[in-house]
């Protein structure tokens, strides 16, 4: 008998979730931010959902958000015009960048030093964080607006999709070196550093790209119209959710559907593995994250394996040290500490153990 799939719920938002990401693996863990169209974009412990703060200063609603690789920066991308990078640790902005339309997709260099923006001025932009006054670099070709925009190749190229077109450009000349064209809207992109890999998602089509050529992999047709799609580190997975609330998981190998899971209650915007692949994050028009084991059943993050037969309970509690700013409230988890309490069921009261 299969084991069910419990996701855990992170509530906070007002409407609905339309981007979301991770950073990779810290010191401290890894770390989840959310983009939403209430304006207020929260960051969150990667493994548990645990709210960390939410970052305000937005007019709008934010269509993107990003975190650098160790999690120390935040980017987002919104309605308001706007492009804001943002202190990861304590939740201060700490630039604003002007546009002339809504601002859609951001993205790091893998050095933190340049950020590369997005939006329905049909321009891409990069910017020198370490002269924010500057003006950008601007790329122009795309002739709908641009709805993600993503550094590859070691930051050597560019990914980029608008309306039904797919464009790669070499960062050195800002010029395009391809362009292909899908058949129905592309709803999401997702760049898969090991091996070079794009996957892009339009109409129930999901589709996997040579990130370096644009020449098709292969592609999966999924059973209703396809909102995103991951793949699983390992590249043993996909993930994707879309209209019909549901998020499926298939064999990347042979396209088999392996699991469908049901738990939002409206159509899945977004959907990403975490960087060790333990979980995949889900965002929806239901105002809610949902995050959900890949291995359902093993003991990871705030699930925790009942093994039959065994008596015993485990339950984690964290601590945190929680501080107030002037516009903001945040929960300081790099400086966390994790208390374990095991409780044994016959003998609740003297078998304790905690460690600090």
């Known amino acids: 008998m299969a084991m069910r799939q419990t996701p855990l719920t992170c509530s906070g938002h007002t409407r609905p979730v339309v981007d979301l990401a991770f950073s990779d693996i810290t010191p401290y863990g890894y770390f989840l931010i959310s983009a939403c169209k209430d304006g207020k974009p929260m960051l969150r412990q ?12 937005h007019k709008g609603a934010v269509w993107g958000a990003t975190l650098n690789r160790d999690a120390t920066k935040a980017a987002t991308a919104a309605a308001d015009f706007t492009a804001k990078v943002w202190d990861a640790v304590s939740g201060d902005e700490l630039i604003t ?48 607006g641009i709805k993600k925009a993503l550094w590859s190749s070691d930051d050597k190229q560019i990914l980029s999709a608008d309306d039904k077109t797919v464009r790669l450009w070499d960062r050195n000349t800002m010029t395009e070196v391809k362009a292909i ?11 898969v550093p090991e091996g070079e890999i794009l996957v892009i998602t339009y109409g129930r089509t999901i ?27 390992e590249k043993e997975f996909l993930v994707a959710g879309g209209e019909d609330f549901k998020l499926y998981k298939y064999d990347y190998n042979t396209g088999e559907e392996l699991e ?9 915007h977004c959907v990403r593995f975490s960087p060790d692949g333990e979980l995949y994050a889900s965002g929806s028009e239901d105002g809610t994250l949902r995050l959900w084991q890949t291995t359902v059943g093993k003991t990871y993050g705030l699930w925790k394996c009942v093994v039959p037969g065994k ?15 002037q516009n903001f409230s945040w929960v300081n988890t790099h400086f966390v500490r994790l208390t374990k309490w095991v409780f044994t069921h016959e003998n609740l009261c003297s078998n304790i153990s905690v460690s600090l």
């Open 46 to 57: 990667g493994d548990t959902g645990d709210w960390i703060g939410t970052f305000l200063g």
């Open 97 to 144: 960048l002007a546009h002339k339309h809504i601002v859609k997709s951001v993205d790091f260099t893998e050095d933190s030093n340049y950020l590369l923006t997005g939006g329905q001025d049909k321009l891409l932009r990069i910017y020198d964080l370490s002269k924010p006054e500057a003006e950008p670099q601007v790329v122009s070709g795309h002739t709908s």
């Open 181 to 191: 064209n899908v058949a129905m809207s592309v709803s999401s992109m997702e760049y």
């Open 207 to 233: 589709a996997f790209h040579s990130a370096e050529t644009l020449e098709q992999i292969k592609s999966f047709e999924a059973p209703a119209t396809v909102n995103s799609a991951s793949l699983h580190p």
């Open 260 to 268: 469908s899971y049901k738990g939002h209650f409206g159509p899945i």
């Open 311 to 325: 008596n015993f309970v485990c339950i984690f509690v964290k601590l945190s040290c929680i501080r107030t700013c």
